[in-house]
C-alpha cells in the first residue's frame, strides 16, 4: 500500500502538468485516454464499463461494481507530425506528452445505488513550429488544455437495467503564440502572444441494459458546455511610427463551446473466458464554428474584435475491441478505431493538423493478493492518419500559405494502478 500511495501521489502532481496533451488520438480536439483497459479494446467500453472508469465512458456501469474501487493512471502520448510544400520541410517540435487520470467509485446500496467522481483530461492541443518557419504569420506555439472533474451517481431500478447521471466541471487554459509580418520597410517582424482561461459546467447520462448474462447494449451522453474565456493579449515588436507604441495588451474574452457526444455501444461475452464489443460515437463538432474574440482595447491593426473562423463538420467514430481471460490473473486485450477529421479543408490550420485517423491497441490486465483485488492495466497503441493534402487561403494575406502534405503518427502508451476495498 505504501509503493500504491507513492503512485497516488505521483498521478495528482501530474495533473499540474496536464496541459502537455496532444489532440491526435480521436476526433477534433478530444483526447480519450480515459483508463489503460479500454484503450487496449480501442475504446470500446460503453456496453461493459465494469470498472471505476465506467465514469467517463457510462456512468450507468457503475453499479457493476461489488466493492469501492480507486484506479490511478497516465496515458504518454508520443506524435509526430510532418509537412513538406511550397519546397519547405518542417517538423512539428512535440514532446512526450502526458494525461493523467484518476477514478474513485463505490456501492451505496448493494448493486441498487453506486457514485463515484472522475478527474480526466478529455481535450488538448500542444505544439511548436519553426519561430521563423512557413507557419510563424499563422501560429507558432499552441497550449490547450481542458481538465474535466466528473462526480456520478447511479441507479439500478431494475436487475437488467441500470441508469447513471453525472456533473462535469470544466477548466480550461490555453496560449497561442505567433509573428506579426512587418508592417514598415526595413521593420522587423513582431510577436503575439494570447492567453486566456475559462470554465464550464455540464452534464453526463448512460444507460447499461443487459438483455441476457451473455449481450448488453449501452448508450452514454455528454452535453456541451460553453466555456467563457477571459484573458490577455499581448502584441510586441511594433513599430512606433506605424502603431503608435512599440507594444499593445488588451483583455480578451470569448466563448467556445465543447460538443455534445452520443455514444452506443455492443457487448458480448461467451463464458468468462472472453468478450468483444462494438462501439459508435457521434460528436457535434459544428458546435465550433465561429470564435468571436472581443478586445476590451481597440488597436488599429485588429479593430474590436478578432474572428477565427472554424466551421468544424459533425463526425462519427467506430471501435471494436475485446478481452481474452488467460486465467484468473492475466486478461488479454487488443482493439481498433476509427474516427473522421472534423477539420475542413477551407480552414484546416497547422495547429490541428488532422486527418481522419485509424488506430490499432493492445494490452494486458494482471491481478495479484489473494482476492486479486490489486491489478495493473498495460495498453500500447499507434494511430495511423490518412493522407492530409492542404490547399486553402489560410496564410495568404501573409504571403506565408499553408498549402502542403502533412503526415502524422502517434504512438500512445498507457498504465493504469487498481484497488479493490
Not at 501530474?14 to 480521436?26: D, E, G, H, P
Not at 462535469?168 to 502572444?193: H, K, M, N, T, V
Not at 462501439?279 to 485588429?302: G, V
Not at 487561403?393 to 493504469?416: Q, R
Request: proline share 5%; hydrophobic share 40%.
Amino acid at each position: 500500500m505504501k509503493k500504491f500511495a507513492v503512485v497516488c501521489v505521483f498521478i495528482l502532481l501530474s495533473f499540474c502538468k496536464a496541459a502537455n496533451v496532444f489532440a491526435q488520438i480521436a476526433s477534433g480536439l478530444h483526447n480519450p485516454v480515459f483508463s489503460a483497459l479500454a484503450l487496449a479494446q480501442g475504446n470500446a467500453f460503453v456496453a461493459r464499463a465494469d470498472d471505476a472508469s465506467a465514469i467517463s465512458f457510462n456512468p450507468a456501469g457503475l453499479t457493476q461494481l461489488e466493492r469501492p474501487q480507486v484506479s490511478l493512471g497516465t496515458g504518454f502520448v508520443f506524435p509526430s507530425v510532418e509537412y513538406h510544400g511550397n519546397g519547405i520541410n518542417e517538423d512539428m517540435d512535440t514532446s512526450v506528452n502526458v494525461i493523467p487520470n484518476l477514478y474513485f467509485a463505490s456501492p451505496i446500496i448493494g448493486n441498487k445505488l453506486a457514485a463515484g467522481i472522475g478527474i480526466t483530461v478529455p481535450y488538448g492541443l500542444k505544439g511548436e513550429w519553426d519561430e521563423d518557419g512557413f507557419s510563424r504569420f499563422v501560429i507558432t506555439d499552441f497550449d490547450l488544455s481542458i481538465l474535466n472533474i466528473n462526480p456520478t451517481i447511479t441507479f439500478q431500478p431494475v436487475p437488467f437495467l441500470s441508469m447513471g447521471v453525472g456533473l462535469d466541471y470544466y477548466y480550461a487554459r490555453s496560449e497561442q503564440e505567433g509573428r506579426i509580418p512587418s508592417l514598415a520597410a526595413g521593420a522587423p517582424e513582431g510577436f503575439r502572444d494570447l492567453e486566456m482561461h475559462g470554465d464550464a459546467f455540464g452534464y453526463n447520462a448512460g444507460i447499461l441494459c443487459n438483455i441476457t448474462p451473455q449481450h448488453s447494449v449501452g448508450i452514454s451522453f455528454r452535453s456541451k458546455a460553453d466555456i467563457d474565456f477571459d484573458g490577455k493579449l499581448r502584441l510586441t515588436g511594433l513599430p512606433e511610427a506605424v502603431t503608435g507604441a512599440n507594444h499593445f495588451y488588451s483583455d480578451t474574452s470569448t466563448t467556445a463551446t465543447l460538443p455534445e457526444m452520443l455514444s452506443f455501444g455492443y457487448a458480448y461475452r461467451h463464458g468468462n473466458r472472453w468478450s468483444i464489443e462494438a462501439d459508435a460515437q457521434w460528436t457535434n463538432w459544428s458546435r465550433f464554428d465561429i470564435l468571436e474574440i472581443d478586445l476590451e482595447s481597440p488597436n488599429p491593426l485588429l479593430g474590436t474584435e478578432i474572428e477565427d473562423v472554424r466551421k468544424w463538420n459533425n463526425t462519427w467514430g467506430f471501435a471494436l475491441g475485446g478481452e481474452y481471460k488467460l486465467n484468473e490473473a492475466v486478461k488479454l486485450r487488443g482493439g481498433y478505431s476509427f474516427h473522421e477529421s472534423p477539420v475542413p479543408g477551407e480552414t484546416f490550420e497547422p495547429s490541428i493538423p488532422q486527418s481522419s485517423r485509424h488506430a490499432l491497441f493492445t494490452g494486458l490486465g494482471y491481478g495479484w493478493g489473494k482476492t486479486l483485488n490489486k491489478w495493473i492495466d498495460i495498453a500500447y497503441g499507434v494511430v495511423f492518419y490518412e493522407n492530409r493534402t492542404v490547399n486553402n487561403t489560410v496564410g495568404d494575406a501573409f504571403g506565408t500559405p499553408i498549402d502542403g502534405h502533412y503526415d502524422s503518427i502517434t504512438h500512445i502508451f498507457a498504465l493504469n494502478f487498481n484497488y479493490r476495498f
